[in-house]
């Protein structure tokens, strides 16, 4: 019952009615105190209303429910990255790729905290692990390219923007 309540939750979250998605969720609740996918179904909505601290909180419960939850690990690295703690964040999608090496998402955001704190070498190996997955993934193309460009090799920067514009035109 937990488990549809939620997913009524988040069918009513993408059609853009979060009183509803919150009612669906603190049901959710009700039947299953500590379900993690609801507890973050709450923390997704107190970040969209920038209750940060909140937020944060219903994602520690949902991880202390679930601590092998991916969606649960990205929430709360995507959380911090936001609140600018790059150390928690890194820390957070690295949970994740230790739960799931093959998880795409997480290696492209620890790429990009990588870059933008000048470890270009760290970068390029979780793209390049990332392209090993899943090597026409444009995301991953498209970090490789970020990854050449600033280790300053125009040539490769600018093959790999050509084929993400060949894979999504638009």
């Given amino acids: 019952q937990a488990e549809v309540l939620t997913l009524r939750g988040f069918a009513a979250l993408g059609l853009k009615k979060a009183g509803e998605g919150r009612a669906s969720f603190e049901q959710a609740l009700t039947q299953q ?21 909140e937020a944060g909180s219903l994602i520690e419960r949902a991880i202390a429910s679930a601590p092998k939850s991916v969606e649960a690990w990205m929430m709360k690295g995507d959380l911090l990255r936001i609140k ?8 957070a999608y690295q949970k994740v790729m230790e739960i799931k090496p093959d998880n795409i998402p997480s290696r492209l955001h620890l790429s990009s905290l990588l ?36 280790a300053r090799n125009y040539t490769a920067a600018r093959e790999s923007v050509q084929k993400v514009l060949k894979a999504a035109p638009d």
């Avoid at 105190?33 to 601290?53: C, I, R």
């Avoid at 600018?84 to 820390?91: E, I, K, L, S, T």
Wanted: proline share 5%; hydrophobic share 50%; charged share 20%.
């Fill in 115 to 150: 870059l933008a704190g000048g470890k270009v070498d760290d970068a390029r190996a979780q793209v390049a692990q990332a392209r090993k997955i899943a090597p026409n993934n444009v995301l991953a193309v498209h970090m490789q390219g970020l990854v050449d460009y600033q």
């Fill in 84 to 91: 600018n703690d790059v150390p928690g964040a890194m820390a």
């Fill in 33 to 53: 105190p500590e379900f993690s996918e609801a507890l973050l179904g709450l923390a997704s909505l107190a970040a969209g209303a920038k209750k940060m601290d």
